[in-house]
Every structure is written in structure tokens, then in C-alpha cells.
């Protein structure tokens, strides 16, 4: 037996033949088990199971102005008044949707198996600080791991970065382990001061990609690290980029299982947690959409990569709905956002555009000048409501 979740309109007044018409004829283009209606002159029962939403709203738009009938607005309002459903294709689910296999003792069981162990029995202060005004809504040039020590502990919600494969470093061919010793020996050192500055409760998102040409899992490296630095791994979210412009035969053998070479296209945001997973904020500094949550909740972000990186001077930039999607998922309004590898402010624009506080560091006086150019030509994001 199919099961609906009901709704009920009750009426103040009898429903016009008009709006009767409306009604009918609205029930029939969506005949079937995913919607009824049932209506007399004192309620509209409406009992919903799956709508393809856009077409439902559509329709009742249609319908309305044909038949001069308001009625189908109020069918509308009182459907977007449920706020929890389920998305499968093109379709919201009202009813099951969130029906999951019941584990008894769940909590007991978590915290017996051991839920993020790695993570147990950290240092980290739960004590908060508020970062000086002096380092609020600023790009500073010079090095990361200089400026950070003159930081608070405990004072930046969210660091969201993407780390470059040097830092001026003399790059040597034949002293390829070497280098590679040094980069990380020198990123981590960062990453310990982000570490430090990062409050309790704040999140620390690196989107990486591997060097695949020279099978350094950078992104696996970067991991273990955080991990052995006992903050919780929350979680991975593919960043696709529908870019297949990669040679078959650049790298590996072709047609022959010798040497396959794999071809990625996506990159990778490993999202981190200090001390805790839940992070506190006010209710009204939450500018996420209903929608936006359902979306990007599901780890595969599809974003075309950033194509006015000319226009900017900068390589290798990450896109801004990129940075829009982290900051409204990540964090609140108001929070600090800081990038420690800033480039030419992806970060900071859009940290500033979406209400947020920021502070970006870069090492390259040319990219720190088109930030601040950039941050400070950024408009405030503001909704009417």
C-alpha cells in the first residue's frame, strides 16, 4: 500500500466553480502515486508521496493564470512549508526518505569502537580568542610561516587553502628527493601554525591535487599529517572538473597493461576538524539555502575550473563558486577566514562578498597587490528578503 504524506487547506469560504475547475484539471496532469487531491467546500487535502518540484510550480503557475483561480498558490505555499524531504533525480521524496537501517546503542557502540581515535586526547585549548584588529579584513605579503607566529592561538574559524608546489625554492632535476623533502618540510611547518591559530571547533580545508605525474599522493601525505596531529578528519569532497585535456600516451604505455597511466579529472578539498566536529555559531549568521545544504552535502561538487586566470596573472586559481560553496557549507557569517597561501585573493573577495571576516598572506608582493585590488573592488553580498 503506497504511503502519502497529508496535508490539509482548510477554507473559509466554498470554492468557486472556477477554482473547482482549477483543481481538477491540476490533479490531472499529475495523476498517479506521487500526488493526489481530494477536495469539499470546507478543506483541499493534498497527499504527497514525489513531485518533480519545478514542474509542480510550473504547472500551478499555469494553471492559476487559465482558471483566475489563487487557490493553487496556497497548494504551493503549503508545500514549501515542509522543509525536510529527500532529492532523488529530479524528484523531492515526502515520505521514507530518510528511513535508515536502526543500529541499537548507536552512541554506545561509536564511542566503544572508538569514533575518530586517532584524534583522542589532544592538547588543544577550548579557549577561544578574538584576533586583533590589526590582522581583521587584511592581505599581508611575506611568509606564512613568519607572519602566523605573531597570531593568537585559538582566533581563525576556517582556513581554506590550495598550496602551491614551491615556496622559492631552488629546484634541482637531480636532486628530486631533496626537494621534495624540503617542500614538505616547509609546508608542514605552516600547516603547524594554521593548527595553532585555528580555533576549537574551526575547520582547516586544503583542496589539493596530487602530483600524479610524479606519483606523490600529496594529497594522502597531507592527510596523514593533519591526522597525526590529531585533528578529525571530516570528511573529502571531489572537486570535479570535467577536464579531460590529458594525453593518453604523456605518461604510462598505451594499450598495454605495462605502465597505464590514470587520468583524474577532479582535485580533492580534505576538510579537517579541531578538537571537535560541531562548530558554534548563531543561528542568524547561517546564510546557507535549504537547497544549497541538500546539493552540497553530496561529496562530488561539479565546477568547471576558473577561465580568467589570464585576466588575474595567476596560474593556478581555484574558481570562486569553489569558495563560495566551502565558506556558506564551513562556516558562518562574521567568522575569520584566513588563506595562508592567498595568491590573488580568491579566498579574501569572496570571504569579503559573503560577510565574512578575512586575512590572507601570500609571499609574492605582485599577487598581494592585485588582492588587495581585487578584495577591496568586491561588493558586499546582500539579500532582499
Same mark, same amino acid.
Given at each position: 500500500?503506497?504511503?502519502?504524506?497529508?496535508?490539509?487547506?482548510?477554507?473559509?469560504?466554498?470554492?468557486?466553480?472556477?477554482?473547482?475547475?482549477?483543481?481538477?484539471?491540476?490533479?490531472?496532469?499529475?495523476?498517479?502515486?506521487?500526488?493526489?487531491?481530494?477536495?469539499?467546500?470546507?478543506?483541499?487535502?493534498?497527499?504527497?508521496?514525489?513531485? *518533480?518540484?519545478?514542474?509542480?510550480?510550473?504547472?500551478?503557475?499555469?494553471?492559476?493564470?487559465?482558471? *483566475?483561480?489563487?487557490?493553487?498558490?496556497?497548494?504551493?505555499?503549503?508545500?514549501?512549508?515542509?522543509?525536510?524531504?529527500?532529492?532523488?533525480?529530479?524528484?523531492?521524496?515526502?515520505?521514507?526518505?530518510?528511513?535508515?537501517?536502526?543500529?541499537?546503542?548507536?552512541?554506545?557502540?561509536?564511542?566503544?569502537?572508538?569514533?575518530?581515535?586517532?584524534?583522542?586526547?589532544?592538547?588543544?585549548?577550548?579557549?577561544?580568542?578574538?584576533?586583533?584588529?590589526?590582522?581583521?579584513?587584511?592581505?599581508?605579503?611575506?611568509?606564512?610561516?613568519?607572519?602566523?607566529?605573531?597570531?593568537?592561538?585559538?582566533?581563525?574559524?576556517?582556513?581554506?587553502?590550495?598550496?602551491?608546489? *614551491?615556496?622559492?625554492?631552488?629546484?634541482?632535476?637531480?636532486?628530486?628527493?631533496?626537494?621534495?623533502?624540503?617542500?614538505?618540510?616547509?609546508?608542514?611547518?605552516?600547516?603547524?601554525?594554521?593548527?595553532?591559530?585555528?580555533?576549537?571547533?574551526?575547520?582547516?580545508?586544503? *583542496?589539493?591535487?596530487?602530483?600524479?605525474?610524479?606519483?606523490?599522493?600529496?594529497?594522502?601525505?597531507?592527510?596523514?599529517?593533519?591526522?597525526?596531529?590529531?585533528?578529525?578528519?571530516?570528511?573529502?569532497?571531489?572537486?570535479?572538473?570535467?577536464?579531460?585535456?590529458?594525453?593518453?600516451?604523456?605518461?604510462?604505455?598505451?594499450?598495454?597493461?605495462?605502465?597505464?597511466?590514470?587520468?583524474?579529472?577532479?582535485?580533492?578539498?580534505?576538510?579537517?576538524?579541531?578538537?571537535?566536529?560541531?562548530?558554534?555559531?548563531?543561528?542568524?549568521?547561517?546564510?546557507?539555502?535549504?537547497?544549497?545544504?541538500?546539493?552540497?552535502?553530496?561529496?562530488?561538487?561539479?565546477?568547471?575550473?576558473?577561465?580568467?586566470?589570464?585576466?588575474?596573472?595567476?596560474?593556478?586559481?581555484?574558481?570562486?563558486?569553489?569558495?563560495?560553496?566551502?565558506?556558506?557549507?564551513?562556516?558562518?557569517?562574521?567568522?575569520?577566514?584566513?588563506?595562508?597561501?592567498?595568491?590573488?585573493?580568491?579566498?579574501?573577495?569572496?570571504?569579503?562578498?559573503?560577510?565574512?571576516?578575512?586575512?590572507?598572506?601570500?609571499?609574492?608582493?605582485?599577487?598581494?597587490?592585485?588582492?588587495?585590488?581585487?578584495?577591496?573592488?568586491?561588493?558586499?553580498?546582500?539579500?532582499?528578503?
Amino acid at each position: 500500500m503506497e504511503t502519502y504524506k497529508e496535508l490539509i487547506i482548510k477554507l473559509n469560504n466554498p470554492l468557486k466553480e472556477n477554482e473547482k475547475q482549477a483543481l481538477s484539471y491540476f490533479a490531472s496532469l499529475f495523476r498517479g502515486n506521487g500526488f493526489k487531491i481530494e477536495f469539499n467546500d470546507e478543506m483541499i487535502k493534498i497527499f504527497l508521496r514525489e513531485i *518533480n518540484y519545478y514542474e509542480f510550480k510550473n504547472y500551478i503557475e499555469k494553471v492559476s493564470q487559465e482558471y *483566475n483561480a489563487n487557490i493553487l498558490t496556497d497548494i504551493l505555499k503549503k508545500v514549501d512549508s515542509i522543509k525536510s524531504y529527500g532529492i532523488s533525480g529530479n524528484k523531492r521524496n515526502y515520505v521514507d526518505y530518510n528511513k535508515e537501517r536502526k543500529v541499537k546503542d548507536r552512541k554506545q557502540k561509536e564511542e566503544k569502537r572508538g569514533q575518530y581515535f586517532y584524534a583522542r586526547n589532544n592538547t588543544f585549548s577550548t579557549k577561544n580568542n578574538v584576533l586583533p584588529v590589526k590582522y581583521i579584513n587584511k592581505i599581508i605579503c611575506g611568509d606564512s610561516e613568519t607572519i602566523l607566529k605573531e597570531i593568537p592561538d585559538n582566533s581563525i574559524d576556517l582556513i581554506f587553502t590550495s598550496p602551491p608546489y *614551491n615556496f622559492g625554492l631552488d629546484y634541482d632535476s637531480g636532486q628530486d628527493d631533496k626537494f621534495w623533502k624540503n617542500y614538505f618540510d616547509k609546508l608542514f611547518r605552516i600547516f603547524d601554525e594554521c593548527i595553532r591559530v585555528l580555533k576549537y571547533g574551526g575547520r582547516i580545508i586544503i *583542496n589539493i591535487q596530487p602530483l600524479f605525474s610524479d606519483y606523490i599522493p600529496s594529497h594522502h601525505i597531507i592527510s596523514n599529517y593533519f591526522i597525526e596531529k590529531k585533528l578529525i578528519w571530516k570528511g573529502e569532497i571531489l572537486w570535479e572538473k570535467n577536464n579531460y585535456n590529458c594525453k593518453y600516451t604523456a605518461w604510462g604505455s598505451w594499450k598495454s597493461p605495462s605502465n597505464p597511466y590514470l587520468k583524474y579529472t577532479w582535485e580533492f578539498l580534505e576538510i579537517f576538524a579541531k578538537g571537535a566536529l560541531k562548530k558554534e555559531g548563531k543561528r542568524e549568521d547561517i546564510d546557507i539555502e535549504a537547497e544549497e545544504f541538500k546539493q552540497w552535502v553530496i561529496a562530488k561538487w561539479s565546477i568547471a575550473p576558473e577561465r580568467d586566470m589570464k585576466k588575474w596573472g595567476h596560474p593556478a586559481m581555484f574558481p570562486e563558486k569553489l569558495v563560495e560553496r566551502v565558506l556558506k557549507l564551513f562556516s558562518f557569517k562574521n567568522d575569520v577566514v584566513l588563506d595562508p597561501f592567498n595568491g590573488v585573493g580568491t579566498t579574501t573577495a569572496m570571504a569579503k562578498k559573503l560577510g565574512r571576516k578575512y586575512l590572507g598572506i601570500d609571499i609574492s608582493k605582485e599577487y598581494c597587490d592585485i588582492a588587495e585590488k581585487r578584495t577591496k573592488n568586491t561588493a558586499i553580498e546582500t539579500k532582499l528578503f
